[in-house]
């Protein structure tokens, strides 16, 4: 690990205030056209090492600073990077392949979201607890309980959201105390390494973040059983999640992982406002999103009927350039399109009805949409990530429950329906961490909590749940005689 200039298309990594490289690095591909974009280092174990005692040695005084002053650095990050926002933006759209549109969205949302954390941080006050109300002690004792941080936070982002997604993890843990070690996807670094310059603009202190880019399969296992790591956010697929949780042993985490989020339609729904939504749930940035629309349950009685209007919706999506403005663009790379292609193909085999799509040119799949999808297909049940959508015809709300809860995943779904009732009974019948009523599947506003259960996650984030997620109660017990 040295010092590093950075120079055209080569882009370091934030290491104690500095940006440091090492001699190996990655090559980071556009998904639009597979040119290469830059290159990223390639760190070893030996320089996670240094970064971890760094980290360690950094959150102490940082720890220590009071919330305001951590707040006002929070607050100058958010103006920066709105102040950047236009950049930025194509910065993402070009890794990621994401449209411009909702590339700015992303950037504008996340400086939202810090300014908001830095102001939900002021108000996470301790408390002072009498002894005298439960049994068999008397007013002299008194609790005094306050949040304290928990040290290093270790946060691992995904490439669909390296923006908000890693902002997300490190304003909460800021704002908390805690120092933060910034690991992004290959595919999203340069976005990644783009913010953390902003936090280090924003005056954070030298080491308080520090951000380390390699490949996971050489420093994946390493830097999560590291015993200094003191909290584990990550969010990415089920498989890698359960394997953090099983080698990482009892170091707390946070995992967001995937989802087979379902649209109900009951025979009393909006169809055209049901329409609207799942086609925008399913399909925006090509479906690569944990809370996208990726499976429609509706009864048998009104299918005909929403298929024709889900279609006319679907061929109204834009494919192509993500500059350009269009919905559909090039998947992040040949291997998620390869496996969305090997779920197309499966459910043709198996008898589905296929509507429209199944047209690809390299990594661009063309929206695709599937009816009379049954349980025997791989895609009534895998997450795809990518813009494919079945639709399962069902014979009542209850066959609907049935099927839905049937998955391994438990992030979100909805129900469409124009009686309260059956939107009640539906949503409090689903094993998911949240349920939508008319509305598509989605994340946000960001105080609110957001969870999944099952295959889908563990623990609850949201700004408030996760500051208090990455903090901890401490007690000093007081006793007068």
Same mark, same amino acid.
């Given at each position: 690990?040295?010092?590093?200039?950075?120079?055209?298309?080569?882009?370091?990594?934030?290491?104690?205030?500095?940006?440091?490289?090492?001699?190996?690095?990655?090559?980071?591909?556009?998904?639009?056209?597979?040119?290469?974009?830059?290159?990223?280092?390639?760190?070893?174990?030996?320089?996670?090492?240094?970064?971890?005692?760094?980290?360690?040695?950094?959150?102490?005084?940082? $720890?220590?600073?009071?919330?305001?002053?951590?707040?006002?650095?929070?607050?100058?990050?958010?103006?920066?990077?709105?102040?950047?926002?236009?950049?930025?933006?194509?910065?993402?759209?070009?890794?990621?392949?994401?449209?411009?549109?909702?590339?700015?969205?992303?950037?504008?949302?996340?400086?939202?979201?810090?300014?908001?954390?830095?102001?939900?941080?002021?108000?996470?006050?301790?408390?002072?607890?009498? *002894?005298?109300?439960?049994?068999?002690?008397?007013? !002299?004792?008194?609790?005094?309980?306050?949040?304290?941080?928990?040290?290093?936070?270790?946060?691992?982002?995904?490439?669909?959201?390296?923006?908000?997604?890693?902002?997300?993890?490190?304003? @909460?843990?800021?704002?908390?105390?805690?120092?933060?070690?910034?690991?992004?996807?290959?595919?999203g670094s340069i976005s990644a390494l783009h913010l953390a310059r902003i936090f280090q603009a924003a005056g954070l202190p030298n080491g308080v973040l520090n951000t380390v880019t390699g490949k996971a399969s050489e420093i994946g296992d390493?830097?999560?059983?590291?015993?200094?790591?003191?909290?584990?956010?990550?969010?990415?697929?089920?498989?890698?999640?359960?394997?953090?949780?099983?080698?990482?042993?009892?170091?707390?985490?946070?995992?967001?992982? $995937?989802?087979?989020?379902?649209?109900?339609?009951?025979?009393?729904?909006?169809?055209?406002? *049901?329409?609207?939504?799942?086609?925008?749930?399913?399909?925006?940035?090509?479906?690569?999103?944990?809370?996208?629309?990726?499976?429609?349950?509706?009864?048998?009685?009104?299918?005909?009927?929403?298929?024709?209007?889900?279609?006319?919706?679907?061929?109204?999506?834009?494919? $192509?350039?993500?500059?350009?403005?269009?919905?559909?663009?090039?998947?992040?790379?040949?291997?998620?399109?390869?496996?969305?292609?090997?779920?197309?193909?499966?459910?043709?085999?198996?008898?589905?009805?296929?509507?429209?799509?199944?047209?690809?040119?390299?990594?661009?799949?063309? @929206?695709?949409?599937?009816? !009379?999808?049954?349980?025997?297909?791989?895609?009534?049940?895998?997450?795809?990530? $990518?813009?494919?959508? @079945?639709?399962?015809?069902?014979?009542?709300?209850?066959?609907?429950?049935?099927?839905?809860?049937?998955?391994?995943?438990?992030?979100?779904?909805?129900?469409?329906?124009?009686?309260?009732?059956?939107?009640?009974?539906?949503?409090?019948?689903?094993?998911?961490?949240?349920?939508?009523?008319?509305?598509?599947?989605?994340?946000?506003?960001?105080?609110?909590?957001?969870?999944?259960?099952?295959?889908?996650?563990?623990?609850?984030?949201?700004?408030?749940?996760?500051?208090?997620?990455?903090?901890?109660?401490?007690?000093?017990?007081?006793?007068?005689?």
């Amino acid at each position: 690990m040295f010092k590093c200039i950075e120079k055209e298309n080569h882009y370091c990594n934030l290491f104690n205030g500095e940006w440091v490289s090492n001699e190996k690095t990655i090559d980071v591909f556009s998904p639009i056209n597979n040119t290469i974009l830059g290159t990223v280092p390639a760190m070893s174990k030996e320089d996670i090492d240094k970064i971890i005692e760094n980290s360690k040695t950094s959150q102490l005084k940082w $720890g220590e600073t009071p919330v305001s002053e951590r707040a006002s650095v929070l607050h100058k990050a958010a103006f920066l990077l709105e102040d950047q926002a236009d950049h930025i933006a194509k910065v993402l759209m070009n890794e990621i392949g994401k449209d411009i549109k909702s590339s700015l969205s992303e950037v504008k949302r996340t400086a939202e979201f810090i300014r908001f954390t830095a102001d939900a941080g002021k108000h996470m006050d301790g408390e002072a607890i009498g *002894a005298d109300n439960f049994p068999g002690f008397k007013k !002299n004792k008194m609790s005094f309980a306050q949040r304290v941080p928990l040290g290093v936070i270790l946060a691992i982002s995904p490439f669909n959201y390296p923006i908000n997604l890693s902002a997300s993890k490190i304003a @909460p843990a800021l704002i908390a105390g805690n120092s933060v070690i910034l690991k992004p996807p290959t595919q999203g670094s340069i976005s990644a390494l783009h913010l953390a310059r902003i936090f280090q603009a924003a005056g954070l202190p030298n080491g308080v973040l520090n951000t380390v880019t390699g490949k996971a399969s050489e420093i994946g296992d390493y830097i999560v059983t590291k015993e200094e790591i003191n909290f584990i956010n990550f969010t990415g697929s089920t498989e890698i999640g359960k394997h953090i949780a099983k080698i990482a042993g009892m170091v707390p985490m946070m995992l967001e992982l $995937g989802g087979k989020d379902a649209a109900i339609v009951l025979k009393d729904a909006d169809l055209d406002e *049901a329409a609207r939504e799942i086609v925008s749930g399913a399909y925006s940035y090509s479906g690569q999103r944990c809370t996208a629309i990726k499976r429609v349950l509706v009864t048998e009685d009104i299918a005909d009927e929403l298929v024709k209007k889900m279609l006319d919706q679907v061929q109204k999506l834009k494919v $192509g350039n993500p500059e350009d403005g269009c919905e559909v663009t090039p998947l992040i790379n040949t291997k998620s399109a390869d496996f969305v292609q090997e779920l197309i193909e499966d459910a043709i085999n198996k008898g589905a009805t296929l509507l429209c799509g199944n047209k690809r040119i390299d990594n661009l799949i063309y @929206p695709t949409l599937f009816d !009379n999808v049954t349980t025997d297909m791989r895609l009534a049940w895998e997450e795809p990530f $990518g813009p494919v959508l @079945p639709i399962i015809r069902v014979k009542d709300m209850d066959e609907a429950i049935i099927i839905a809860n049937k998955s391994q995943y438990g992030l979100q779904s909805s129900v469409f329906t124009q009686n309260i009732n059956h939107a009640f009974y539906v949503a409090n019948k689903l094993e998911v961490g949240a349920v939508q009523i008319n509305n598509k599947s989605e994340r946000g506003p960001d105080h609110f909590p957001f969870s999944g259960v099952k295959a889908s996650g563990m623990g609850t984030q949201g700004i408030r749940y996760s500051i208090e997620a990455m903090s901890r109660l401490k007690s000093i017990v007081l006793t007068v005689d």
